[in-house]
C-alpha cells in the first residue's frame, strides 16, 4: 500500500468556555468549525476501518477496499481541501457506517461489497481533479458519486460496470462500454461540487447528469445545497426518482433565501453557526399539517425537512435542526452521560415516551427554539405574528427547562454532563425570567398541560413524570 498522507490526529479538545458557550445553546461559527474538523476525523478514521475489516474478510473485497485507500489518500495529496470535502459531505457517515457494519456483521452467504467505498474514493478523485479510471457497478440505471452527484444510463443492464475517468486537464466523465465496443458517456459539469443551477457552458451530460442545486450562497462563501440522498442516510426522505426538478428547486430557493435573511437580520448567531460550513437541506415528504424535519447523527451539516410555508417557519426548522447537529457531533467527543438505563421519559414535545439520549437531544433542540423565538417577540412588526411569538416562547422555554430538570434529576449524568446541563439551565432560568404577555402565557400553560394531559392518557406515568412531580 503507498505512503498516505493521513497522521494519526491528535485527540481533540474543546476550551471551556467553548463549551459552555455551546451548553447554553449558542457557540458561534468557531465551535462549529471544531466540530466539523472532528467529524472529518470521524469519518476519517471509519473510511480506514473499513479498509482494515475488508482486508480482515479477505477475497475481492480485500483487493477493491485496499486500492479505494489508496486512491482516496492520493486524492489528499494532490487536493486535501477537496478530499476532506468528500469526506465531510453527510452522506459519507452514514455510507461509511453502513459499509463497515456489513463488513463486521455479514449476513449468512454474502460476501459484502466495499463498491459504495470506492464510489466514496472516486467521488475524492473527481473533486480534487487526480487524473485516472475507477471502475463502479451500475446500480439499476445510476452510477452515484457520493457528495457530488449522480449520473442515468437509462440503457444500463443487470451486472453492468461503469468508469468514472478524470484527464490531466480535470475534466470527468462516467462511461459505460455496452458488448459492441460503444461507449455511453456521461461528462460530468465542470465543477459538480460547487452546485452551480446550470453549467456555465454546454456539456454532453445535460440532463443526465443529477447533482445538488444551489439555494444561495451563505456570508463567506458556504453553500446552502438541496439534494436528495441515498435511503441509509435519511430513510424516509422524499422519494424523487429523477432528481429534484427545476420548479421545486426555485420553490425551496425561494424561502431559503427568505428565511437566510430573516436569521442574518435577526438571530446572527444562529446565521453564523449555518454559515460556518457547507450545508445540505433533504427533502421529506410532509405527510399532514406542520413541518417536519429530522437530523442524523453521522450526517452532520445536513437537515431533512419538508417545504416550510413561511420564512419564519424555515428560519426557526433550521435553528432547532442545528442545535441536533451541534448535540451529536459533541456527543461523539465526550460522554455526557451513561449509556443503555432502561428509563423512558416524557417530553413534552413528543407523544411517545424518550430514552435519555432522546431527552437530552429534545431538550437542547428546544432551547435553541425558545432563544429563537425571544429574537422573534423583538422583531415582528405585526401584531398577530408578535404575540404567536409570545406564545411559542412560553411554551418551548417551560418544556426545555422541565426536561433539563428532568436529566438533572437522573443519575445517568457524568459531571461533564452534569455541567452542560447546568449550564443548559442556566440558559432557561434566565430565559424564564422575561416577562411574557398574560394571554400568551395563559395559551402557552394550556398547551402545555393539554398535552401532557394527553400523553397521560395513552402511556400512564414514567420515570420522567416521576422525576418531575417529586
Not at 413541518?291 to 445536513?302: D, L, N, P, R, T
Not at 416577562?435 to 400523553?455: D, F, G, K, N, T
Request: proline share 9%; hydrophobic share 45%; aromatic share 6%.
Amino acid at each position: 500500500m503507498t505512503s498516505s498522507p493521513y497522521r494519526m490526529p491528535a485527540p481533540y479538545r474543546m476550551p471551556g468556555a467553548m463549551f459552555d458557550a455551546v451548553a447554553a445553546g449558542g457557540g458561534g461559527a468557531e465551535a462549529l468549525r471544531l466540530l466539523a474538523r472532528a467529524e472529518h476525523s470521524r469519518r476519517l478514521a471509519c473510511a480506514w476501518a473499513v479498509t482494515d475489516a475488508a482486508g480482515r474478510a479477505g477475497g475481492r473485497g480485500a483487493e477493491d477496499a485496499a486500492r479505494a485507500w489508496e486512491l482516496l489518500t492520493a486524492a489528499a495529496r494532490t487536493a486535501p481541501d477537496a478530499a476532506a470535502a468528500v469526506l465531510t459531505h453527510p452522506t459519507a457517515g452514514p455510507l461509511l457506517f453502513e459499509v463497515l457494519s456489513r463488513l463486521t456483521r455479514p449476513r449468512r452467504g454474502e460476501e459484502p461489497s466495499v463498491a459504495r467505498f470506492t464510489a466514496l474514493a472516486a467521488a475524492a478523485a473527481v473533486r480534487a481533479g487526480l487524473p485516472g479510471r475507477t471502475a463502479l457497478p451500475v446500480d439499476g440505471v445510476w452510477v452515484a458519486l457520493p457528495g457530488l452527484g449522480r449520473a442515468r444510463f437509462p440503457g444500463a443492464t443487470a451486472g453492468d460496470r461503469a468508469e468514472v475517468r478524470t484527464d490531466p486537464e480535470g475534466g470527468s466523465r462516467i462511461v459505460l462500454r455496452a458488448p459492441d465496443g460503444t461507449e455511453d458517456r456521461v461528462v460530468l459539469p465542470p465543477a459538480p461540487y460547487r452546485a452551480t443551477p446550470a453549467p456555465p457552458v454546454p456539456y454532453s451530460g445535460a440532463g443526465r447528469w443529477h447533482g445538488a442545486h444551489l439555494l444561495t450562497t451563505l456570508e463567506g462563501g458556504a453553500p446552502l445545497l438541496l439534494d436528495v440522498v441515498d435511503r441509509p442516510s435519511f430513510p424516509h426522505a422524499a422519494v424523487r426518482p429523477d432528481g429534484i426538478g427545476p420548479r421545486e428547486a426555485a420553490t425551496w430557493a425561494a424561502v431559503a433565501r427568505e428565511a437566510c435573511a430573516l436569521l442574518r437580520a435577526g438571530h446572527p448567531q444562529v446565521y453564523e453557526e449555518l454559515a460556518a460550513g457547507e450545508r445540505l437541506l433533504v427533502p421529506l415528504d410532509r405527510p399532514g399539517p406542520g413541518i417536519v424535519s429530522g437530523s442524523s447523527a453521522e450526517a452532520f451539516g445536513c437537515v431533512a425537512l419538508s417545504l416550510p410555508g413561511t420564512a419564519a417557519g424555515f428560519a426557526v426548522t433550521v435553528a432547532h435542526e442545528m442545535q441536533h447537529n451541534k448535540f451529536a457531533a459533541l456527543l461523539h467527543l465526550f460522554d455526557l452521560f451513561d449509556p443503555g438505563g432502561p428509563e423512558r421519559f416524557y417530553a413534552p414535545w413528543r407523544p411517545d415516551p424518550r430514552p435519555l439520549l432522546g431527552l437530552f437531544h429534545g431538550a437542547y433542540a428546544h432551547l435553541g427554539v425558545a432563544r429563537f423565538w425571544n429574537r422573534r417577540r423583538e422583531r415582528e412588526a405585526e401584531a398577530h405574528a408578535r404575540f404567536e411569538a409570545h406564545v411559542q416562547f412560553a411554551r418551548w422555554r417551560l418544556a426545555a427547562r422541565e426536561a433539563t430538570l428532568v436529566l438533572l434529576a437522573s443519575d445517568r449524568l457524568t459531571p461533564l454532563g452534569r455541567r452542560f446541563a447546568d449550564r443548559m439551565l442556566a440558559t432557561l432560568d434566565a430565559l424564564c425570567r422575561l416577562p411574557v404577555p398574560p394571554p400568551a402565557l395563559h395559551r402557552a400553560e394550556s398547551a402545555a398541560r393539554a398535552h401532557r394531559e394527553a400523553w397521560h392518557d395513552r402511556h400512564g406515568g414514567t420515570d420522567g413524570e416521576r422525576m418531575l412531580t417529586a
